[in-house]
Each structure stands twice: as C-alpha cells, then as structure tokens.
C-alpha cells in the first residue's frame, strides 16, 4: 500500500456532510410544528407517515452501517467494508426516495378523500408514486451526484494548480469528468421530461417559467431568453425571444400552444420574476457543466488533462456549479407552485401558523442561528480537509492499526496540522 492514497479523506468529508445533515434534519421538524401548523392538521395524516418511513428505513439503515464504515477502515475484512459502504449509499438513496414521495405528492397530489376538512389517504401506492414522483427522484438523484463531482473536480483542480500532483488527485479529477461528461447529458434529459410532466399537471409554474402572459391566434409560442416579467402590468419587459421554440421544447410540436399566465386568475399565477431567473441560472449552470465534461473528453483524448492550466481554472470554479443549479432548482420548484402548499388543495395562507410578527421573527431567528452555526463548523472542517488533501494509508493507520477510530477522530490531522503551524 505504500504510496498508494486512501478515500479516509473522503470519508472524513461524508461524516462532516451526514452530521450536517442530520442536524439540519431535526431542525426541520420543529418547522412544521412550529410554523406549518394548519398544514399539519391538514395533511399530516399523509405527509406524517411519509417522513416516518423514511426514518424508519432510511435513517436506521444509514446510522446502522455508518459507524462501520467511518470507524472500521482497515479494522474489518475490505468485503465487509465495501459491504457497509454500499449499504449507507443505498440508505441515503432511500431517503431520497421518501422525502421526494411526501414532495412530490404535495406537487400533484392524488390517493386521498376529504373528510371534515381533513386529508384521509385511500391508496399508499398512488399517493407514493404520483404522477411527478419519478420524474423528480432522477432529477434530484442525477443533480446530487453532478454536485459532488463539481466539488470533487474543483478540489483535484486546486491541488493540481499548486502543483500538488499525486495519483490520487489526478483519479479525483478523473472521476469528476467522468461523471460530467456522461451524467450531465443525462440531466438534461430528465430534465426535459420533467418539464413535460410539469406541464401537463402544473401548466401555471410552466408559463411563469417562461415569462409567457398570452398567445397569439395562430402563432406558436417563442422562448423568452431573458427579460424582466412584470407582474402588475402583466408583461415580461425587455424580453428576447425565438419564434415557436417555446412550442418545440415543451410540446415537442411547431403549431401547439402552452397555457399563458394570463389564462390563470391574479391569486392562482406564480411569481414569474422569481422563478423565470431561478430556472435560467439552473439551465446556465447545466450548459456549462456540459461543457466542462466535453472539454474534459478532449483534454483526455490529447493526454492534457492534468496538465491544462486553463481547465484546471475552470474545474476549480465550476466547484459550485452542482450545488447553485440544484438549489436554483428548488427554488423553482418551491415557488413555481404558489401561491399553493398542496397544488390545488391547501394555500400558502392556510398552511401557516397564525403567530405575531415578533414570535415569527424570533423563531426564524433561532433557525437562522442553528443553521449557520452547524453549517458555519462543518464546512470549516470540509474545507480544512479539501486542504489537506488524500494521505497516504501508512500515515493515517500506523498508529491505530487494529484499534477503533474514535468519534470526531475525522478532524484530528487537521487540528494536528492548525498546532504544528
């Protein structure tokens, strides 16, 4: 194993993200109590045992094997290592799974009656599997893999700019590209589909998407590249538009039309300005990480890979690109159904809790402060160890060989590294 490096980095970097994670889980419970209370009372009945299936399988499923895999490396037989390892990322797959169930359910809601102002569900296969259910699993999937490869190709970009030019940071880099130049593609595709499905269940989020109030007898509806949509004069200013490849895009047809803002009363029409600039920074961030895997593909092919200056530039700041286009996306998910908490049954106004401006104030306060604290801490760590880079196997296990690694043992080269300088 000499010279050969470890994931243990990796792995320090997963416990940092999971704990994160977990913490910021918790606090999240206490938003729907505190917060979304008329939600709760509302759909809870559904949206409740969601949320518990997903600790019930997910949550023990990962906390179960995750102790093996931070703290077992080079303690347990490498099969049962890999063992443990696949089973946490299975686990973190089924999380994903139940908490984009409850999502999308509240996105194109079906399998319930209504009794006495209450959600009562009827049919746990069709409220799970929704119309939009699987369309939003693979889009978020794919999104979190294309994240991690950013960052994990903008920190081999870094080191390999400092002239830190080891093995395992050339397979870092390697594996990032893979991963942009195959999957990206592939996000695009789902995305696409995505849209379709948004189309047709939510065909109000589609044109504010677009920034598209009205069509036109006879015309096909154009793509507004940009502009500025207007919400009170019911017009998107300054817009930049192709002819009919609107139509193309979301009907895959030159002649079909797609529903306008206009079609919508006032009070059921999303925000257009908000989510029209969300979905563009999200498309811009894919186009580029496209980009970034077909420059890859070409650097490899002529054996300059590890050696361009100016990719490696671009890999370092595509290093957040995942993580914008992702959150870009959320954001118009989330908003892209107002003024809606359960499309089409439950409003926003309804769902939330009816507390003062000042309780409302402190507790986001408190939120505020819990957040940036766990997550102020953690990415100190992450970055430390992105630092620091992979170490050598017979650096990070001689002295414990066949002994347990202890708790929080993950951030101890790096306080080691902080008292010797």
Known sequence: MSGVHSTISGLKIFAVNFGMGVVSGL??????GTNWSGFSQFAGSITGPLLLYEVLTAFFLEAGFLGVMLFGWNKVPPALHFFTTCMVALGTLVSTFWILASNSWMQTPQGFIIENGHLIPQDWL????????????????????????????????????????????????????????????????????HGLNTLEHQPAKIA????????????????LLFGLPDMEQERTRYGLEIPALGSLILTHSLHKQVP??????????PYSPAVFWSFRIMVGMGVLMIALGICSAWLRYRRRLYHSRPFQWFALCMGP???IALVAGWVTTEMGRQPWVIYGLLRTRDAVSLHSTL???????????????VFGVGY???????????????????????????????AEPVRDEENAS
């Open 208 to 223: 504010a998407i677009e920034g598209h109030w009205e069509n036109r007898p006879g015309e096909a509806t154009p793509l």
């Open 321 to 323: 690109a995942g993580l």
């Open 126 to 193: 069709a409220i799970i599997f929704n119309p939009s259910f699987p369309y939003r699993l693979f889009h978020m999937a794919i999104a979190a893999f294309l994240s991690s490869a950013m960052f994990v190709g903008a920190s081999a970009a870094w080191h390999l700019l400092r002239g830190n030019d080891s093995p395992a940071i050339r397979k870092m880099l390697s594996m990032a590209m893979w991963m942009a130049l195959l999957v990206a593609p592939i996000q695009a595709v789902v995305g696409d589909m």
């Open 260 to 269: 306008a803002l206009k079609d919508f009363p006032k009070e059921d029409r």
């Open 359 to 373: 309780q409302m104030a402190i507790s986001l306060l408190v939120f505020i402060v819990v957040y940036c604290a």
């Open 27 to 32: 606090v999240m419970s206490y938003q729907f």
């Open 380 to 410: 100190y760590y992450i970055f430390r160890l992105i630092k620091k880079g992979p170490q050598p196997v017979t650096e990070l296990t001689s002295q414990t060989a066949g002994t347990p690694a202890r708790p929080l043992s993950a």
